[in-house]
């Protein structure tokens, strides 16, 4: 049993079962034993790999897209602002290649959005050189014109969970049994935040809720609209969840989501309509990371990096390039969504 599962139990067995947002809350960012405070998961060690530890492609792309928004709408002085950074590898990545377009990185202010102290001091480390802070909530960020990118943070907020039962919700919680965590529900109730899925779903069917998602991306549309600026939100997810999404990774490995609290990381797919509804500010259409990567002309980079390597390292490149786009990988599964002011160009890579 994991050092939380422990914590868990006391937890439960002092207050009844708890919300699987609660849950994962918990597991993600307790500060001593979570999943992104108590060690860095990511990478080949780690439980998972992200885009940009795949491949520089990813960010300077990114970057080139971030960039081509800000000339579209006049070069002012913004927030250049990542929320969940991991290791910094993706915002190193997008200032690097940032430098080629005259005035950018000089009229951007880096902050990053990070709630575990210990990636901070990677972020420090991999984003040495740069001016750079940190704020602990998106609602902290400058009121002023606003750059932003998030990879997979969005699948990292915790959800609640509820299955249909008429015309009522139950929800899915988190109790104790013989020693081990168990999942239960409660007897249904009405809910308003989910009179919307009364017309698409049926009884049994499992809706997931993250109850922190509206607030941040209001909070980055408000600016948006305000300022200006663009977002890219780069996820796992589809226009409209439906299913229980819930999965737990450890060292690469799917696992019970409830068997290695605080050990296994846990995601859940991302609503992007729900973003899209709470964003104050246009959106554009939802679409594929693979789609959204060979617009920006992937291809031709990966041909331009693979002209100066040889054997393994050109065998590494190649599937990085595979990784990133193919429909079997990440290419369908990962989705775009942006953000930008009503009337603005669309960003680069998100066309119709
Ligand atoms: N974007 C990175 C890392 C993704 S992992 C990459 O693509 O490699 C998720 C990141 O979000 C981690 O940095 C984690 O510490 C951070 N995070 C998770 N939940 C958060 C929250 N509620 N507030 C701020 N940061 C959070």
Redesign the pocket.
């Known amino acids: 049993m994991t050092p939380l599962a422990s914590l868990l139990m006391e937890r439960i067995a002092a207050e009844g079962p708890m919300s699987l947002a609660d849950y994962m809350a918990t597991c993600?960012?307790h500060p001593e034993h979570g999943v992104?405070t108590a060690r860095d998961p990511?990478g080949s060690a780690g439980d998972f790999t992200?885009?940009?530890?795949i491949s520089q492609m990813f960010g300077e792309l990114v970057g080139l897209a971030l960039a081509r928004a800000w000339m579209d709408q006049g070069q002012p002085g913004f927030t250049l602002a990542e929320?969940?950074?991991?290791?910094g590898?993706?915002m190193a990545d997008i200032l690097r290649v940032g430098r080629k377009v005259p005035g950018f990185v000089e009229a951007a202010e880096v902050v990053l959005?990070?709630?575990?102290p210990l990636?901070r001091t990677r972020q420090e480390e991999t984003l040495a050189g740069f001016d750079v802070t940190w704020v602990d909530h998106v609602t902290d960020l400058p009121q002023a014109p606003l750059w932003l990118v998030a990879?997979?943070?969005f699948d990292?907020?915790p959800v609640r969970q509820f299955e249909r039962q008429g015309d009522g919700w139950c929800e899915r919680r988190v109790g104790a049994r013989d020693g081990a965590l168990t999942l239960g529900r409660t007897e249904p109730t009405a809910v308003a935040a989910l009179a919307h899925r009364l017309g698409d779903t049926r009884d049994g069917d499992i809706v997931e809720i993250a109850p922190s998602l509206p607030p941040i991306a209001e909070a980055i549309g408000q600016r948006i609209a305000d300022h200006g600026g663009a977002a890219l939100i780069i996820d796992y997810g589809d226009w409209r969840s439906l299913g229980d999404t819930l999965q737990a990774l450890h060292r690469h490995q799917r696992v019970d989501p409830l068997a290695h609290p605080g050990a296994a990381d846990l995601t859940t797919h991302v609503d992007f309509e729900a973003i899209a509804t709470a964003a104050p500010c246009a959106h554009s259409r939802l679409t594929t990371q693979g789609v959204f990567l060979e617009r920006l002309g992937i291809t031709p980079r990966a041909q331009q990096l693979a002209a100066g390597l040889q054997g393994a390292a050109l065998e590494t490149h190649v599937a990085a390039h595979r990784r990133l786009t193919h429909p079997e990988e990440m290419g369908t599964l990962f989705k775009v969504l942006g953000l930008m002011p009503h009337g603005a160009p669309p960003i680069a890579g998100l066309e119709t």
């Open positions: 993600l960012l992104y990511l992200t885009a940009p530890e929320l969940g950074p991991g290791r590898t993706l959005v990070e709630a575990s990636l990879n997979e943070f990292a907020l």
